[in-house]
């Protein structure tokens, strides 16, 4: 197993919570990147969730994820236990070859492919997403992986 796709609800919540409420993720260190993400004010967009590539603690990365709704376009979150080694990869090959843990790519409002080093971390997040009533919820494998690059756009 490489990882897991589904598709979430193409509205504002807290989604990205839901999703990774299923691991302890404040463990680690959040590299942003590339988003296009906004909390929602008024019921309009408002300000963005992620203002510019930041790497943040797994307290502050809670913090902007938990503390109001949002809307999220784009998101490419990549998580790291140690801040020192956290760097910038595009394949799955490179991704092996680093000190990242788990990749969340989230394109178009709704298709969230995700990748984990850790098995039992892709298993809860399977229950997470079932239980949850995602869409389409299904592993990645060496044999039905398309993806050629982590890049978003």
């Given amino acids: 197993m490489r990882g897991l796709s589904f598709e979430i609800p193409n509205r504002y919540g807290q989604y990205l ?3 990774l409420n299923a691991f302890d993720f404040k463990n680690y260190f959040w ?12 019921d ?15 307290d502050a990365f809670y913090k902007r994820i938990s503390e109001s709704d949002y809307y999220v376009l784009f998101a490419d979150l990549k998580a790291f236990p140690d801040p ?14 680093s000190q990242c843990e788990f990749v969340l790519l989230l394109v178009d409002c709704s298709y969230v492919t995700i990748y984990a080093k850790d098995p039992q971390v892709l298993t809860l997040l399977y229950e997470q997403a079932i239980a949850s009533k995602y869409e ?8 039905n992986d398309s993806r050629t690059t982590f890049e978003i756009f």
Avoid: C, W
């Avoid at 967009?45 to 797994?58: A, C, D, I, M, Q």
């Avoid at 956290?86 to 092996?96: G, H, K, M, P």
């Avoid at 389409?136 to 044999?143: P, R, S």
């Fill in 84 to 97: 020192l080694h956290v760097r910038d990869f595009t394949t799955y090959e490179d991704f092996l070859n």
């Fill in 17 to 19: 919570l839901d999703i």
């Fill in 31 to 42: 590299k942003t990147g590339g988003e296009e993400a906004y909390y929602i004010e008024n």
């Fill in 44 to 58: 309009q967009l408002g300000s963005p969730l992620f203002p510019k590539p930041h790497v943040y603690t797994g």
């Fill in 136 to 143: 389409n919820v299904a592993y990645i494998t060496d044999d």
